[in-house]
């Protein structure tokens, strides 16, 4: 029973990686004359490189050039994370990790980008994590449960004892359908399905997440059979039952 796992989404949550995403979306879109703006970019976060030039280019069918336009995109890209240096790295989560590993809790990566190593080689922190699992290793990308399937698998650890710390809706979605606690990262606005949402890193605590979990477990054993919305009593929290 209780938290074991914690797993990180990268881009977005732990560092500000998603900005970098919308510019190289945005030139390669202005360069082909489409409309691209943070709004429409929301759909983007957390989803497969494939997808989103898809997503950009509907009309393109051939695989060949969209495989292109994602690829050029991509250089874009990683030209842009050359300059990520270790003060990138969001405030408070230093910190959260000290606090989870002091506690005996695991945590992970868990990312659709295939930049994944490169970005935490740049954070110089890829050995704070117990594991790592990204877009190189999973066939579906979020909202598939995948990617964060595989870190539980890593961990050793069954995913009703994990959190996973998220920024997109595509997120938050792939961990529920892991069976795993979602803390949102941003606004309820964006993010209606998540567990909890925090506005950084800096708000979450081995206090919260261990309830988080608590309160999925009790609802996953049958407290609340009927698969209704299980309201709370202020505040902005709110949990749902998915468990049906
Ligand atoms: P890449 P995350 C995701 O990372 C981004 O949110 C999403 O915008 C991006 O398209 C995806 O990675 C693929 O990234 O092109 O580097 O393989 O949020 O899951 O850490
Ligand atoms: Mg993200």
């Not at 990790?97 to 990566?109: F, P, R, V």
Request: proline share 2%; glycine share 6%.
């Amino acid at each position: 029973m209780g938290l074991r796992a914690v797993i990180f989404d990268l881009d977005g949550v732990i560092t500000d990686t998603s900005r970098f995403h919308y510019l190289c979306w945005k030139k390669l879109a202005d360069q082909h004359r489409i409309f691209f703006d943070e709004e429409f970019n929301e759909r983007f976060k957390g989803v497969s490189r494939k997808d989103c030039v898809r997503m950009l280019f509907p009309e393109i069918k051939d695989d060949v050039q969209l495989h292109e336009l994602a690829e050029q995109k991509n250089r874009y890209y990683v030209e842009m994370i050359r300059q990520i240096t270790p003060a990138d790295l969001f405030d408070g989560t230093r910190e959260l990790l000290c606090e989870l590993h002091e506690h005996g809790i695991k945590t992970a990566i868990g990312s659709a980008s295939k930049n994944t190593l490169l970005v935490l080689q740049k954070l110089e922190i890829a050995h704070w994590f117990d594991a790592i699992a990204d877009g190189t290793e999973v066939a579906h990308s979020k909202p598939a449960p995948d990617v964060f399937e595989l870190c539980a698998r890593k961990l050793r650890v069954a995913c009703s004892q994990c959190v996973v710390v998220e920024d997109a809706q595509a997120g938050i979605q792939a961990a529920h359908a892991a069976g795993m606690t979602a803390v949102g990262v941003g606004s309820r606005d964006l993010l209606p399905e998540a567990d909890w949402v925090v506005n950084s890193v800096r708000d979450v605590d081995l206090e919260l997440l261990n309830r988080l979990v608590l309160e999925n477990q009790r609802l996953r054993a049958g407290e609340d059979k009927k698969g209704r919305q299980v309201g709370d009593t202020g505040g902005d929290h709110w949990v749902v039952c998915r468990f049906k």
